[in-house]
């Protein structure tokens, strides 16, 4: 049995975790430049993301970072195709992993149908998807303890979506205040 994501005894451990450093060298996807404007001008696009990954895998009985990870290299192979106008889904074989990756998917495609109802035109293009999902591919590997059930990732994903006003509240994720992060 895993502990909950709040217990004090793994926040203090966490308080304590030793991650590993992630060179330039060592990033994956390193063709995708993240510059802070890109990531400033798709900051609603990045945070729903978040929010998006940290949904599906709370919402997914045992899943941990490891499967994050998995979705996460899935989802960003599913996006370098559509780039190249092909649309083939990548779907990863784990089935904890599998069911990340679709929630986060169907997130995309509700996000996108949004926008065209508020604006009347395609605003996300792949290439902004795939940048945010590299960003958060890059973060979940700097947050990883090596632990084969560890959730340093989630747990760090969950306290930075709260800081930006979210949290799972009784009938979901709630908002508290107007984020400029969530409003695009």
Not at 4 to 17: F, G, K, S, T, V
Request: net charge positive.
């Amino acid at each position: 049995m895993s502990c909950a994501l709040d217990c004090p005894y793994l926040e203090e451990a966490r308080r304590r975790e030793r991650y590993r450093k992630l060179d330039a060298e060592q990033a994956p996807n390193r063709d995708v430049e993240l510059s802070e404007r890109f990531l400033q001008e798709r900051q609603a696009l990045a945070t729903f993301a978040g929010f998006s990954l940290l949904d599906a895998a709370l919402s997914t009985s045992g899943a941990v970072d490891s499967d994050v990870r998995e979705a996460l290299e899935s989802l960003i192979r599913t996006y370098r195709t559509r780039e190249s106008g092909l649309y083939y889904e990548t779907r990863p074989t784990n089935l904890i992993a599998g069911a990340i990756h679709q929630r986060v998917q169907q997130g995309f495609e509700q996000y996108r149908e949004r926008q065209r109802e508020r604006t009347g035109v395609n605003t996300v293009r792949d290439a902004d998807i795939l940048g945010v999902l590299v960003f958060w591919q890059r973060l979940a590997l700097v947050r990883n303890n090596g632990r084969r059930l560890g959730r340093p990732f989630l747990a760090s994903l969950r306290d930075s979506l709260a800081q930006a006003g979210l949290s799972l509240g009784p009938g979901g994720w709630e908002t508290r205040g107007a984020s400029p992060l969530i409003v695009s």
